[in-house]
């Protein structure tokens, strides 16, 4: 069964840190780029960040909003994705979903696996 | 790129023809997929490559467009298809999602 699981959510104080992982399990995560979509609170869903395949050497993208703060990374070896949240911001309240990238014909794509999601409270 | 979702939200019955605009600021060709996201849940793929279905997903769902203008349409509404629908381009960076519209139950 393909699963992804976050873990690593909580609460912590503004200027705080902290790093969230996603496990994943039954395909073969290298072959993968994957994704970070968070959703705040009654909220829309906003991409945050991407990691390539090693293929495409582990090349990153990030929204504006999290640039410079946010890093994306992951391990093979352990069919984990990460992604270390530095500086939190209050506005960066939200539940954090890891998503598994899907290659589509015509250079298209998608998110179609997608873990359940983990909060992350910023708050004094 | 931003992406409209018109409307925010809507009311229908059970059977009925629903359908969902998504409006690009800029061209995205056929780079768009569509998300249904129920309460507390994680957003589930519905249609990618504007029209395409996903595997597993009930064909009264359809998509259309190209450009800058796509629709979602559900006929036939059914029960479990009151939740929260966004559009998504992946045609460039950074990956956008439409505001959302909520379909709830007349």
């Known amino acids: 069964e393909v699963q992804l699981v976050e873990s690593g959510g909580g609460l912590v104080q503004p200027g705080g840190s902290l790093r969230l992982s996603c496990a994943v399990s039954?395909?073969?995560?290298?072959?993968?780029?994957m994704d970070w979509v968070r959703q705040a609170p009654g909220k829309g869903l906003e991409w945050v960040g991407r990691?390539?395949?090693?293929?495409?050497?582990?090349?990153?993208e990030y929204a504006a909003s999290v640039k410079g703060r946010f890093t994306v990374s992951r391990d093979d070896s352990k069919n984990s994705l990460y992604v270390q949240m530095n500086s939190l911001k209050i506005e960066d309240t939200a539940v954090y979903y890891c998503?598994?990238?899907?290659?589509?014909?015509?250079?298209?794509?998608?998110?179609?696996?997608w873990g359940q999601g983990t909060m992350v409270t910023v708050s004094s | 790129i931003q992406l409209t979702q018109s409307p925010s939200s809507l009311s229908a019955s059970v059977g009925d023809r629903v359908t969902i605009t998504c409006r690009a600021s800029?061209?995205?060709?056929?780079?768009l997929a569509w998300y249904q996201q129920k309460p507390g849940k994680a957003p589930k793929l519905l249609i990618h490559?504007?029209?395409a279905l996903e595997s597993g997903v009930p064909p009264r769902f359809s998509g259309s467009g190209s450009g800058t203008d796509f629709t979602l349409t559900i006929s036939d509404v059914q029960p479990e298809d009151f939740a929260t629908y966004y559009c998504?381009?992946?045609?460039?960076?950074?990956?956008?999602f439409g505001g959302g519209t909520k379909v709830e139950i007349k």
């Open positions: 998504q381009q992946v045609k460039s960076y950074p990956l956008t």
């Open positions: 990691i390539r395949n090693s293929v495409n050497g582990y090349t990153t």
């Open positions: 039954g395909f073969t995560f290298s072959d993968h780029y």
């Open positions: 800029l061209g995205i060709t056929s780079h």
């Open positions: 490559t504007a029209s």
């Open positions: 998503a598994r990238r899907v290659d589509l014909r015509g250079d298209n794509e998608a998110f179609d696996v």
